[in-house]
């Protein structure tokens, strides 16, 4: 994503003009590549490649999984007006490019985010470097917001999943687990129980942190919290929103999965 938002601001290419295209959606930004079709193309593939060492089934039936998805989120920014054909396949290649040069490390990768020291404070320092030196624009656009939230709901995330697998993998028995699988209905009411569990601890977590880092910066920088201006810019809008969505993201990986343990949803 940081990748995808950056090549937008400098090459600056604009979204389809309005008219003759019909907008149903409105972005301050540019258009060149799609994010969107970016992250569909990435996570889907992403997913469908490193499943197969992790479960049995049927690969094809996965790449297609993987196409059909992509290609639905592709043309649904066709469909809304916000890009050409060009930048959804531009966005599409770039991924693909990405997944073919970043795939023989993966593992690597992820033993070294599940198992290093340093993952914690790496998570912190790379995003908000990246952030804190993203390109500047001569009028505003949300790309860098939007990029300090992916960035920080990613780290956010990822020390989630250290501590997790730091403290929570010891206390798994080494037996074979013996699976007993649970009515339609029950598993129905399970599922919905911990979604809204999980929606509402974020949501709260979202609320009370935002809340406190921007009272804090504005109350630093001496501005009104209720000045748009002032939070658009750098020394409050990266931090604020970095602090943010990190919480939400390591809530989302440790905080909501302690809940649904102690209300025996797991």
């Not at 340093?118 to 030196?133: A, K, M, Q």
């Not at 730091?166 to 699976?179: D, I, K, R, T, V």
């Not at 598993?187 to 009370?208: D, E, N, S, T, W």
Request: charge should be neutral; proline fraction near 6%; hydrophobic fraction near 50%.
């Amino acid at each position: 994503m940081y990748i995808g938002q950056v090549t937008k601001d400098i090459l600056k290419w604009p979204r389809p003009h309005s008219p003759p295209v019909v907008k149903l959606e409105m972005r301050a930004e540019y258009g060149m590549p799609s994010t969107h079709a970016m992250a569909a193309t990435s996570i889907s593939f992403t997913l469908c490649i490193s499943a197969v060492n992790q479960n049995e089934y049927q690969f094809v039936l996965g790449l297609m999984a993987a196409f059909v998805f992509s290609t639905l989120v592709c043309l649904s920014r066709l469909y809304t007006g916000m890009h050409t054909i060009l930048d959804v396949i531009g966005g599409t290649l770039i991924s693909a490019a990405l997944i073919a040069l970043t795939c023989p490390a993966w593992d690597i990768i992820d033993h070294l985010m599940l198992t290093s020291p340093f993952c914690p404070i790496l998570s912190i320092v790379v995003p908000l470097f990246l952030c804190y030196n993203y390109p500047n624009l001569e009028d505003y656009s949300p790309t860098r917001a939007d990029t300090t939230t992916i960035l920080g709901a990613g780290a956010g995330a990822t020390i989630g999943f250290w501590l997790n697998n730091l403290y929570a993998a010891s206390n798994y028995p080494n037996e074979s687990l013996q699976l007993s699988f649970p009515s339609i209905g029950e598993m129905m009411m399970v599922v919905l129980a911990k979604f809204l569990v999980g929606i509402f601890v974020l949501l709260v977590v979202r609320y009370f942190i935002k809340g406190m880092a921007l009272h804090i910066l504005c109350s630093k920088y001496q501005v009104s919290v209720n000045d748009l201006e002032a939070k658009r810019r750098l020394e409050i809008e990266v931090p604020y929103k970095f602090i943010t969505y990190s919480s939400v993201g390591f809530s989302a990986t440790v905080i909501v999965p302690l809940l649904h343990e102690l209300l025996g949803l797991i």
